[in-house]
């Protein structure tokens, strides 16, 4: 079997491929349509979330959807359009919203959540914590009794999957945070959960594999493929054509328009999420926080703030609508009304692009169509959570080695 392999997309998941495989003794080649310097594996909330169990199809989100849907200030927005890709999503989407197949769900992102958290502190201890990852756990503040007790029964279930849960009041959240004002009625504490800077983390993750050896081929376009039988022998692209003895698709939310070049088609839609990032904020939060009312994320990088949000199904190449920034920052205000921090213009919001699947599971694994195909993509808002552990399954997909955890429920072939 020859150790070369070629990897598309240089977001964290492709890296973190990148970083296993090489680990194996592989000669790796990353394609990549942009620079590593910016993107979804760039911008987001800097969570790596064991606590994050539930997949994001549900029953509740569902119901939520239909109400949000077409306000295109809410959380969750569906930009109207007629698309039969975008059509063939939403009903196997509303298909998989249900508490029977949650149910079913839960145990294989749980899995995979525990064993990419464990493997995120190795690559912390393996490339050192230029990154600075924060092992001090993660808020999911509420401020409504409803919420509340939704959350309240979460922790619950979490109890139940041994992961550590505290339910804090008012008083004892605001004790945590006295830097701030918080306005909650309660929040629960995950103290498994961890974040650090994703900018930085790719960063450190670059130069690792370059001096490994690993090649980048930045800014090269994948325009087709050369194909033996079953088997892809090539990638043709605006630089050239690379041979390949073995394949990974890790290309984000551009997933099904690289694999429909290979005449595989995944259901796939483009998830946007905004950030707003704040430069040495006077009085900062101590602890990251989801602010589950408003669907906010906030972290604490060092001196600095980001918070994020929203979702936004229209495309990949849509705008940017400052409203739903604003939406974030209003948010953000009513939780902490004494943040030091003031509405950002639109040339400094950022946003990218999540890769979502109907089930909230990402795709990890084997295609049927080529022997040498393997598709690791779709992790929605738990890329940087699940990135390690990816690396590692897609590692030994590839070594022909039995995976750590049972990929059934992952596979790309399930809908």
Not at 80 to 93: C, Q, V
Not at 217 to 240: H, R
Not at 245 to 266: C, D, F, I, T, Y
Not at 383 to 402: M, P
């Amino acid at each position: 079997m020859s150790k070369n392999v070629t990897i598309i997309g240089a977001g964290v998941i492709g890296l973190c491929c990148a970083y296993y495989l090489q680990k194996e003794g592989y000669e790796v080649t990353v394609i990549e349509k942009g620079d590593i310097t910016d993107g979804t594996s760039f911008g987001n909330a800097g969570y790596v979330s064991p606590s994050h169990f539930v997949p994001l199809a549900t029953p509740g989100i569902v119901a939520q959807g239909l109400r949000w849907m077409l306000s295109s200030t809410s959380p969750f927005y569906i930009k109207p359009r007629f698309n039969l890709d975008l059509i063939k999503w939403l009903m196997t989407f509303w298909k998989q919203a249900n508490a029977q197949t949650v149910k079913q769900n839960v145990p294989p992102l749980n899995d995979i959540l525990q064993l990419s958290r464990e493997l995120t502190s190795d690559i912390k201890n393996d490339l050192g914590n230029n990154f600075r990852m924060q092992e001090v756990g993660c808020f999911m503040l509420y401020k409504s009794a409803a919420i509340e007790k939704h959350e309240i029964e979460l922790a619950n279930e979490a109890a139940a999957l041994n992961i550590e849960t505290k339910i804090l009041n008012a008083q004892e959240v605001q004790a945590m945070e006295p830097d701030v004002q918080v306005d909650v009625k309660g929040g629960v504490l995950y103290p498994i959960d961890c974040h650090m800077h994703p900018g930085d983390f790719m960063r450190t993750l670059k130069t690792h594999l370059q001096k490994s050896g690993v090649k980048l081929q930045l800014n090269t376009t994948v325009k087709g493929f050369e194909k033996k039988g079953n088997t892809v022998t090539a990638v043709i692209t605006n630089q050239g054509k690379f041979e390949c003895s073995q394949m990974v698709l890790a290309s984000g939310s551009w997933l099904p328009v690289v694999s429909e070049k290979l005449g595989v088609s995944l259901l796939l839609q483009a998830g946007k999420g905004y950030s707003m990032t704040y430069e040495n904020v006077q009085r900062n939060l101590r602890y990251p926080a989801i602010l589950v009312d408003k669907r906010v994320a906030m972290t604490p990088m060092g001196a600095d703030l980001r918070m994020g949000g929203t979702m936004e199904i229209s495309g990949l190449n849509s705008p940017l609508l400052i409203k739903r920034a604003h939406a974030i920052y209003n948010g953000a205000k009513a939780y902490y009304p004494d943040l030091p921090v003031e509405a950002m213009p639109k040339e400094k919001i950022w946003y990218g692009l999540r890769p979502l699947t109907p089930d909230g599971l990402p795709y990890i694994g084997h295609h049927s169509k080529y022997t040498n195909l393997v598709i690791a993509g779709g992790h929605a808002m738990l890329g940087l959570s699940l990135a390690a552990a990816t690396g590692k399954l897609v590692g030994e997909l590839i070594d022909k080695k039995k995976p750590s955890i049972d990929l059934k429920a992952f596979s790309p072939e399930r809908f």
